[in-house]
Every structure is written in structure tokens, then in C-alpha cells.
């Protein structure tokens, strides 16, 4: 297990002011004082807490163009029809995760082929769970589609979650189960694929990213 890149530098400023407190607390209290042990133990489990948020584990994700893959660690919390208003202008398939902050934070390309679509929306922080953050909150949107199939991931943020991060672009390459962006603290990821799937998944269930499948495209 790594520590993904978009931790490096919040890491290491929490660690040095973490840092300077105790040194100060230390010169001030004593590093023998009850106040002392008190502020060490609470700093090192907040920064073991930060720590995890960054955490990105090896996935090995084995393609497959026939199946969608879980984008986010997370739980299942949205499976309807929806009409998609940005880009396909039709009934599609909406499949929801849910990520809180103890959840790996990195999004991973649901299926391979080419990036067509990507944008960037400002917008609100209602609680991700709320069915107005898809098209209320900061979001971005990207459209991923191959020589069978096309399928929209939407990054969503939320209440805590603020800083989304994409890292492509239109015209890329996409591998199933690669790294496409990064969501701080948590938030939500929505799979808006075509009608008529074979949804692998139900409401509830816990999703790996680059792992899980979670749908299959009929035959």
C-alpha cells in the first residue's frame, strides 16, 4: 500500500505543525507532564486518521469489456432510471457509491476506452447523499467510450467532501480499473450507463473500485 500523491503535501504540513505544538507544549509543560502525553497521543491519532485517508492500495483489475466496474470504494446507494440532461439526453441507468471518509478516496475508470467527454461544474455542498447533489453540487463529469460502449462517471462533492480532483482530459487513453481522479475526504461517484443492464450489485452493498462489478452489458 502506497500513500497517493494528493496526501504528500497536507501530510507533511499536519505532521510539521503537529510538530511544533508538541515541541512547544514539551519546552513549555515537560515531556513528563500528563498535558504532554495528552496532546501527543491525540496528535498522533489524528494524524494516523488523516494518513488513512490517503491510503491507496494495489487493485489488480483484470479487464473485461463485457462488465462495469465498481469507480469508488464505497456503498451502493442509488440503482434508477434517470433522464441524463448534460450529455446523452436520454433514459439512462444511474448506479450511486457512496464514500465516507474511511473509504479509499481514489476513482478509478469503470470501463476502457477513450475519454470523449470531460467538464468541470461549480456548484453547491449539499450532504452527497441528498438526491439534488448529482446536478446541484460540484461535480465533474466524464464520458469514457470504446468501440461498444459509452458510460458517464460523475464525481460528486459533498458536505465535508470539497476538493475534487481529475486528472484527464478529452482524447485520453482509459484503462478499466486505472486512476482517472481523486475525491478528498470522501463524498460520491455516480455510474450513469445505458438501459437494459445486468446490474451484479444491490443497495447496501460495499464496492471495492477497480475491483467489484457492478454491471454487466447484455449480450
Not at 476502457?112 to 461544474?121: A, N, P, T
Not at 482530459?169 to 481523486?182: L, N, R
Amino acid at each position: 500500500m502506497t500513500i497517493h500523491r494528493e496526501g504528500h503535501r497536507i501530510l507533511g504540513s499536519l505532521l510539521a505543525v503537529l510538530t511544533l505544538l508538541l515541541i512547544l507544549s514539551g519546552s513549555c509543560k515537560g515531556t513528563d507532564s500528563l498535558l504532554f502525553q495528552i496532546q501527543f497521543g491525540a496528535s498522533l491519532v489524528l494524524f494516523l486518521l488523516v494518513l488513512q485517508f490517503f491510503r491507496n492500495p494495489a487493485r489488480n483489475t483484470v479487464p473485461d469489456i463485457t462488465k462495469v466496474i465498481a469507480p469508488a470504494d464505497g456503498t451502493i446507494v442509488t440503482i434508477e432510471e434517470i433522464d441524463e440532461p448534460e450529455f446523452y439526453h436520454d433514459k439512462r441507468l444511474l448506479i450511486s457509491v457512496f464514500m465516507t471518509p474511511l473509504n479509499v478516496h481514489v476513482n478509478k475508470y469503470a470501463i476502457g476506452g477513450e475519454v470523449e467527454y470531460f467538464k468541470y461544474h461549480p456548484g453547491k455542498y449539499l450532504v452527497a447523499s441528498h438526491p439534488k447533489s448529482s446536478t446541484e453540487n460540484e461535480r465533474s463529469t466524464v464520458v469514457v467510450k470504446n468501440q461498444h460502449h459509452s458510460v458517464m462517471l460523475r464525481q460528486i462533492a459533498g458536505y465535508v467532501a470539497r476538493r475534487i480532483v481529475t486528472y484527464c482530459k478529452v482524447g485520453d487513453k482509459a484503462t478499466q480499473g486505472g486512476e482517472f481522479g481523486f475525491i478528498k475526504f470522501g463524498s460520491r461517484v455516480d455510474i450513469i450507463m445505458p438501459l437494459g443492464m445486468n446490474v451484479t450489485v444491490a443497495l447496501g452493498q460495499k464496492v471495492k473500485g477497480g475491483i467489484t462489478t457492478i454491471a454487466e452489458f447484455p449480450k
